[in-house]
DNA sequence: GAACCGATTGCTCAAAAGGGTAATGTTGAG
DNA sequence: CTCAACATTACCCTTTTGAGCAATCGGTTC
């Protein structure tokens, strides 16, 4: 507080396949004096190896990428580094990946339709300790919030289910009988507020249970 | 041909819901002395608007946007100006879109995870008047060549069918009876190779032909 | 230890799905 | 005009789903 007038450059890093997008945001950062891209990579195994190097103050990330996925890769930093700061950059298909994202540890959200003012703005606030999640995501997670989750065992059978495979043929997949996957078949309609198995796997997808 | 060994500067429009992206497209172009982008948009109507303004010599246009999409907004151009090259833009997912936007006219084919070099390769081949398509799409294209294409109708059930809707539910909603749901049913699990009806959703969803 | 949840299995029974076959009318391409 | 594809309907028959009910077992939590 005594001669830090002067303001912080907050060193950031992008993670994301797409080549186009990261010239994007190097554009919008360019413009910012306090702000400077320092790494740019496109799979999770570079961005850790960066992370390592740099040390960015944040970090932005994309969710779905070749390889390492972007989950996975949060979760390696953040248990190396807890204090990082990462901010998910995704395009938005349903809340399950966000949610997953949020509780591993993410300081924020980005879309990627956002204009460069909030994306920098995002940066500073989460810079600043704080999280941000935009208010069209904030108010699909609330659309689910009370919502039970499906246990393990369940995304296994749904997985099983969009492959195509019947109850018994999933049943000898997991090594368990026929009975046992209607049981959990019951339990995946009704946690998902299906009308049937069909259903279930499109609202999966749409809360990014599953991925097509 | 007499004094033109001064090259024609090619004059580009973007297309695209992202904002970011857009930025990264204008700093590919602008290192390029024979590349102009001369118009950047964010959805359908203003594309044919500015279509109309400036006649951009290539357009570069996203699939997916809110309001009217880029297979729609790709045909109203290419009515208009059936010479208008057209390059589809696309994360990629699936043939089927990609299949419409080639019998709709589309010149080629860009992937967002491309290159400022491939991507400003791709624009002067489709001004050169050649049509582009990576070969990641080609050889998926090539993967589905022979398959029998689904009909509207069937695509109609299909679309029901993944709302959840049961045979008798699609058939009310159809107007039609039990027994034609049913062989419509049949002829689409026939048609992707699918084991179920669950199933041909899912392969649906991959081809492009429902979205989640 | 009780209460609870997840995973497991069993049973019954009605409803839905799906495979086979066949026939009719319509329409567009050759 | 003929042929092929589409849309429509029907009937039969087997398999699969899905709802309801009940029970056991192993963890975790309070």
Redesign the interface.
Known sequence: MTDSDIPDVITVMAVD????????????LSEQPDMKLIAEVMNGRDAIEQFRLHRPDVTLMDLRMPGMGGLQTLREILTEWPDARIVILT?Y?GDAQVMSALKSGARGFML?????KE?RETIRSVYAGRRVVPSEIAFELAQHAGDDVLSPREVQVLRE??????NREIAETLKVTESTVKAHMKSIIAKLG??????A???A??RGILE?
């Open positions: 396949d797409h080549p186009l997008l990261l010239d994007g945001i190097k554009a919008a395009t298909r990627k339709g956002m204009m460069r994306l289910l969009a492959r195509g495979n019947a299906a009308k049937d198995r069909t259903h796997v499109m609202l997808l749409k097509v």
